[in-house]
């Protein structure tokens, strides 16, 4: 009984280190490229966005499906036709990237079949 607190301690110990580790890369990462950051958490059957709005230019997009099943993410400038597609995630991937975003109006989806429609898509502001 001993024993197996002593080993569930280390363990815990274990998780905390390799926690902060992956923070403290994250936090080099993060101030080592420019611009702004955008979190868009992917569950079934909505799109959440840390920010509503970001200033144009380069944005660290970090695309996390918190769901149970497979999404993707994809963007598209106003009515432009060219949509950017990110690669499709399954539950508890995440993909990191940086897009380059214009000025205007981005509307934001899950392009697998149905998802659109069952809520999986936002719109994201981007200023100067
Ligand atoms: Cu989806």
């Known amino acids: 009984m001993r024993?197996?607190?002593?080993?569930?301690?280390?363990?815990?110990?274990?998780?905390?280190?390799?926690t902060a580790a992956s923070a403290s890369f994250g936090d080099v990462r993060a101030h080592a490229a420019a611009g702004s950051d955008l979190q868009v958490t992917l569950v079934?059957?909505?799109?959440m966005l840390s920010e509503a709005v970001v200033k144009a230019g380069p944005v660290n997009l970090e695309a996390i499906d918190s769901?149970?099943?497979?999404?993707?993410?994809?963007?598209?400038?106003g009515r432009s036709t060219a949509v950017t597609a990110e690669p499709q995630l399954e539950s508890g991937q995440r993909w990191d990237g940086v897009v380059d975003l214009r000025p205007g109006t981005y509307h934001l989806w899950c392009s697998l079949p149905g998802h659109w429609k069952l809520g999986m898509h936002a719109i994201l502001r981007v200023v100067r």
């Open 44 to 47: 079934e059957y909505r799109l």
């Open 3 to 18: 024993r197996r607190a002593a080993f569930a301690a280390v363990a815990a110990a274990l998780v905390l280190a390799a």
């Open 67 to 77: 769901g149970m099943d497979p999404h993707d993410l994809d963007l598209r400038h």
